[in-house]
């Protein structure tokens, strides 16, 4: 619909969309209210995400039903936008920018709704983990500088007070740092916005300024291949007689699928899916687009998990019957779908593995806090170890700058993925 040169439309965002068609069919888009005015436009999401097939289906939905109730609900929120922007333009106070800060109730004019505005942001993507992550360093500003932090009060001090303040709380430098990166990147939307000067920004190298040390690379968190080697000799018949000894071995084979598969996260583990490519590929290759890079990339990043034996087994003995689009791994999520939940879930069992870790790691003699991190640490640094192109690791692990991508997509046959994921259970050379 047009109003006086504004249009608007329900409509989902297809911005970072796949090219390649068969992956589109899996993609979900978030629904928006696009709403454009003179060149510019801006995408208000309405926190659902749907597929093409989806969408499709709520278009056409004319009787009750699951997405005719969807449609219905997407579409009161359409009409709460142009009563919006009728208002404002009958008021004579339509700009983009301002309809955006008007439509997003947390904003208030200070800077700390804007932070919280950035907060719900996440939320209604399903960014779930930076959003709580996010919040919590607001609710440390807030405890030091107190609520409804105006735009004038940012000056260089604030980092420094804001430093000096956890410091005296007893944070360590590595939580510090995580804190100011967070207060910085919301520095950084209030300069883009507009709502700060360049001179109050208070992050830089100059003296005065706080200057955030790059986060350091655990370097050492993995385990070498006759490690993870003693690891699997664990998983016997005899470490089986009790229910909890039962769970220490899934654990275990957990975290050896993560290893084997590319340093899969468990967060992609929860959600891995029997796609298309997997029957395709006749059961030889699973596939996924890594959660932490959908959003971000501005191309697809899908990874594709070579099914080596070792794998495979692992597969039969926990995995689900392979049916189209059914979980790999259901016991995880058991049926959650709420991306809360979800979160809590994968954290949960994060934490779970890492304990029963512990008990394998302690019988085996291997003396090191091993969780589902080192699983990708180790994938990474082994294939090193054994002269694997780096950018093969890149290709496997889902790193997602175009400056690696743009160097390989395609470059990796089956075979090849084959080839190098067989080296991560071949033993290493006695010194």
């Known amino acids: 619909?047009?109003?006086?040169?504004?249009?608007?439309?329900?409509?989902?965002?297809?911005?970072?969309?796949?090219?390649?068609?068969?992956?589109?069919a899996l993609q979900k888009f978030p629904m928006v209210i696009l709403v454009a005015y003179k060149s510019k436009k801006y995408y208000y999401r309405t926190g659902v995400n749907v597929t093409m097939d989806e969408y499709d289906k709520i278009l056409k939905a004319s009787i009750k039903?699951?997405?005719?109730e969807l449609k219905k609900s997407e579409c009161v929120k359409f009409d709460t936008v142009v009563k919006k922007v009728k208002d404002m333009l009958d008021?004579?106070?339509?700009?983009?920018?301002?309809?955006?800060?008007?439509?997003?109730?947390?904003?208030?004019?200070?800077?700390?709704?804007?932070?919280?505005?950035?907060?719900?942001?996440?939320?209604?993507?399903?960014?779930?983990?930076?959003?709580?992550s996010y919040y919590?360093?607001?609710?440390?500003?807030?405890?030091?500088?107190?609520?409804?932090?105006?735009?004038?009060?940012?000056?260089?001090?604030?980092?420094?007070?804001?430093?000096?303040?956890?410091?005296?709380?007893?944070?360590?430098?590595?939580?510090?740092?995580?804190?100011?990166?967070?207060?910085?990147?919301?520095?950084?939307?209030?300069?883009?916005?507009?709502?700060?000067?360049?001179?109050?920004?208070?992050?830089?190298?100059?003296?005065?300024?706080?200057?955030?040390?790059?986060?350091?690379?655990?370097?050492?968190s993995f385990l070498t291949i006759n490690e993870i080697l003693k690891l699997k000799e664990y998983d016997t018949p005899?470490?089986?007689?009790?229910?909890?000894?039962?769970?220490?071995?899934?654990?275990l084979n957990l975290w050896l699928f993560s290893y084997l598969a590319n340093g899969l996260n468990l967060a992609d583990m929860a959600e891995l899916k029997y796609t298309q490519h997997y029957f395709k590929s006749g059961g030889k290759e699973l596939d996924f687009v890594r959660k932490k890079t959908e959003r971000t990339s501005t191309q697809e990043v899908r990874i594709y998990i070579p099914i080596i034996d070792a794998l495979?087994?692992?597969?039969?003995?926990?995995?689900?019957?392979?049916?189209?689009?059914?979980?790999?791994?259901?016991?995880?999520?058991?049926?959650?779908?709420?991306p809360v939940r979800i979160k809590q879930l994968v954290s949960q069992y994060n934490s779970n593995i890492?304990?029963?870790?512990?008990?394998?790691?302690?019988?085996?003699?291997?003396?090191?806090?091993?969780?589902?991190?080192?699983?990708?640490?180790?994938?990474?640094?082994?294939?090193?170890?054994?002269?694997?192109?780096?950018?093969?690791?890149?290709?496997?692990?889902?790193h997602s700058t175009e400056s690696i991508t743009a160097g390989y997509t395609g470059m990796y046959s089956t075979e090849d993925r084959f080839r190098y994921n067989s080296l991560l259970l071949e033993p290493d050379k006695e010194a």
């Open 91 to 132: 008021n004579d106070e339509f700009t983009l920018e301002l309809f955006k800060k008007a439509i997003n109730s947390e904003y208030d004019g200070t800077f700390s709704s804007l932070f919280l505005e950035n907060i719900n942001r996440l939320k209604n993507e399903d960014r779930i983990g930076t959003s709580e």
């Open 312 to 338: 495979q087994d692992i597969l039969l003995r926990y995995g689900s019957v392979p049916r189209k689009n059914a979980y790999v791994f259901p016991q995880i999520l058991n049926g959650a779908s709420d």
């Open 238 to 251: 005899e470490h089986k007689e009790t229910a909890y000894d039962i769970l220490v071995c899934e654990a």
């Open 65 to 68: 039903g699951t997405f005719f």
């Open 354 to 398: 890492k304990d029963r870790l512990e008990k394998v790691c302690r019988e085996q003699g291997i003396f090191a806090p091993v969780s589902m991190t080192w699983a990708r640490h180790s994938f990474n640094t082994n294939l090193a170890h054994k002269k694997v192109p780096e950018s093969y690791i890149s290709q496997a692990m889902g």
């Open 136 to 220: 919590a360093v607001y609710k440390k500003f807030t405890l030091y500088f107190g609520e409804g932090y105006p735009f004038e009060k940012i000056t260089p001090q604030l980092a420094i007070d804001f430093k000096d303040k956890m410091s005296k709380d007893g944070l360590t430098d590595t939580s510090i740092n995580i804190y100011l990166r967070t207060l910085r990147i919301h520095c950084n939307i209030a300069l883009e916005e507009g709502f700060i000067k360049r001179s109050q920004y208070p992050f830089g190298k100059k003296q005065g300024f706080v200057k955030i040390p790059k986060a350091t690379k655990r370097k050492d």
């Open 1 to 24: 619909m047009v109003d006086r040169n504004v249009y608007m439309t329900l409509t989902i965002d297809r911005r970072g969309m796949s090219k390649n068609e068969s992956d589109v």
